[in-house]
């Protein structure tokens, strides 16, 4: 699985060093038009407003990763593994823009809000011969959804519904508390769900914006409260990404191949560049300019990775806490050098119980929107249903194996969608070229109409 993991990695990053070169560099040169358009966004008739897609998009992405998976790098691959996490990010820019640009372009919008996706891409922009690519991203989407989602999130709520239960002190369970949390989850999707796309994007421009507000102020105050170690933790990052035996901080012995080999990975996993997510959340956008609905891309890679992930490294190597054991238990001890074992293990609880919640909805939605592609309307209700049963069988058993599988299907998404996104550069080229003609028109002072 590690080495499937590793080969996906670095197959993803190629994907995206070959984006960014096509298009120009765009993600940087349009860097500050990506963050901009975060707040600049209007809502139009039809669809979600462009916020609210972005916000779906990141709570399907931001979870444990950017926790434990932070952490848990930093005990595999020492300080350098942020290094490389960045570059995987620098690079998943490109290729968050191209996929979410091709999903809005190639989108069905005789249904509101729009539905799209790399099936669409595949179908439309190469040709209906290569549909069994679409259907085969498709198939991998729903069973993603259903394993490793529906199964494994609803074990991460159990896990901190359990923690807020023990430090609490009542005498409940492990399965009690897994099944009162289980059922709840599933009512609380189905509360959300049921109202399909546009209740998401409502559920979420509210949600997301204060988990990860709440995360990145806690992170921010622990790295400003060990100000003074700050400069050596940034020291021992670079250092250490390149094997440089002089790394501060207790990297030296890492090493320039497992910094490399981890923090890409985890960089890759943390954000979904590459994995065709996330088109489908930004698809159902009211926007019309696939350029500035992709333009979104780049801020979500950035803030989930540049951001999100930074702050929790950052926070753990200020600390001072030793770079050994299990990546929730690393962080734990960083958040309560700070705000005291008590605190830190109330507040982490339930950052995560909120992360694991936001990634049910956002799946669930990639979910209805891959069974709406192989089996139209009636496929979505089947598979809603069936998401919606899983959860409470996914908070009493195991995770481990849910969590492996789950991590498959996601490698058979991204194959057929980094296929397409190589194929379909050109239109993604094309789009951009039109994009920036307009832009200098508006800035000689004609109209764009």
């Known amino acids: 699985m590690d080495f499937f993991g590793l080969g996906m990695a670095f197959l993803t990053m190629g994907a995206g060093l070959f984006l960014t070169l096509r298009l120009g560099f765009f993600q940087f040169t349009h860097f500050h038009k990506a963050v901009s358009g975060v707040f600049k966004g209007a809502k139009r008739k039809g669809g979600v ?9 990141l709570g399907g992405s931001i979870g444990t990763a950017n926790i434990a998976g932070v952490a848990g790098a930093l005990v595999l691959g020492g300080p350098g593994a942020v290094f490389w996490m960045w570059a995987a990010a620098l690079l998943g820019m490109a290729t968050k823009l191209t996929e979410i640009l091709l999903a809005v372009k190639y ?26 690519l679409a259907s085969v991203f498709a198939f991998a989407c729903v069973m993603a959804s259903a394993i490793g989602t529906a199964l494994v999130q609803p074990n991460t709520i159990a896990e901190a519904f359990f923690g807020l239960v023990r430090a609490a002190s009542l005498p409940i369970s492990r399965i009690a508390a897994g099944t009162v949390s289980g059922v709840f989850a599933a009512l609380l999707t189905f ?15 509210r949600a997301v914006p204060v988990m990860a507000g709440l995360y990145v102020f806690a992170a921010a105050f622990i790295i400003i409260v060990n100000r003074e170690r700050l400069l050596p933790a940034l020291s021992s990052i670079f250092r250490s990404a390149f094997g440089l035996p002089q ?9 320039l191949g497992r910094a490399l080999k981890v923090g890409a990975a985890r960089g890759v996993y943390s954000n979904e560049a590459g994995v065709g997510s996330a088109p489908m959340a930004h698809a159902a956008s009211s926007e019309t300019d696939p350029v500035k609905q992709g333009m979104l891309g780049i801020f979500e890679v950035f803030f989930d990775t540049i951001v999100m992930c930074t702050l929790t490294a950052l926070a753990v190597l200020t600390s001072g806490a030793p770079l050994s054991g299990e990546g929730m238990a690393l962080a734990a001890s960083a958040f309560s050098s700070v ?7 109330l507040f982490l609880s339930l950052a995560i119980l909120l992360f694991a919640f936001t990634s049910l909805v956002g799946w669930s939605l990639y979910m209805d929107r891959s069974a709406y592609y192989l089996w139209g309307g009636r496929g979505v209700s089947v598979c809603r249903v069936l998401f919606l049963l899983l959860i409470p069988v996914g908070s009493v058993i195991p995770a481990g194996p849910a969590w492996r599988l789950g991590v498959v299907f996601n490698y058979l998404m991204a194959l057929p969608n980094l296929i397409a996104l190589v194929l379909l550069s050109g239109d993604a080229r094309r789009e951009i070229a039109v994009y920036k003609m307009f832009e200098m028109r508006s800035r000689m002072g004609y109209n764009k109409g």
């Open 49 to 57: 407003s462009s916020f609210q897609a972005l916000a779906t998009a």
């Open 339 to 345: 705000f005291g074992e008590g605190a830190s293990s």
């Open 107 to 132: 989108r069905d919008t005789s249904v509101d809000p729009p539905v799209g996706g790399a099936f669409y891409c595949i179908e439309r922009g190469l040709g209906r011969r290569f549909r069994p």
């Open 191 to 205: 509360a959300v769900i049921s109202g399909g796309a546009k209740r998401i994007g409502r559920f979420s421009e």
């Open 247 to 255: 790394a501060a901080g207790g990297a030296a012995g890492y090493g």
